[in-house]
Nanobody, 123 residues
Framework: QVQLVESGGGLAQAGGSLKLSCVASGRTDSNYVLAWFRQAPGKEREFVVGSSRNGGTYYADFVKGRFTISRDNANNTMYLQMNSLKSEDTAVYYC?????????????????WGQGTQVTVSS
């Protein structure tokens, strides 16, 4: 079992920045992928970015060049630096995890989910 706790959400202006954090606990002694999904009001949940323990990353096209994922494996923490925020980035952001090194953009591949953190971008 892996427990995930997100933090760092809040209100930002369009063009501004926010940094999300996700701390993993529990069975974190093996390789696992950490990723972010998001769900905007009235929309389906979508993949944002994922990171494998060995350094691999995979970004959704709509965040390339604006968002950056990073990991501190020693402290089982993942970060999402979000720059150049747009109103359409407004969503609940979820930290998710799965065992292994393969990064998937399908939410059903991730058995572990955090409670989510709200990001609101005002225009």
């Amino acid at each position: 079992q892996v427990q995930l706790v997100e933090s760092g959400g809040g209100l930002a202006q369009a063009g501004g920045s926010l940094k999300l954090s996700c701390v993993a606990s529990g069975r974190t002694d093996s390789n696992y992928v950490l990723a972010w999904f998001r769900q905007a009001p009235g929309k389906e949940r979508e993949f944002v970015v994922g990171s494998s323990r060995n350094g691999g990353t995979y970004y959704a096209d709509f965040v390339k060049g604006r968002f950056t994922i990073s990991r501190d494996n020693a402290n089982n923490t993942m970060y999402l630096q979000m720059n150049s925020l747009k109103s359409e980035d407004t969503a609940v952001y979820y930290c998710v995890a799965r065992a292994g090194n393969a990064i998937f953009s399908t939410e059903s591949k991730y058995p572990y989910w955090g409670q989510g953190t709200q990001v609101t971008v005002s225009s």
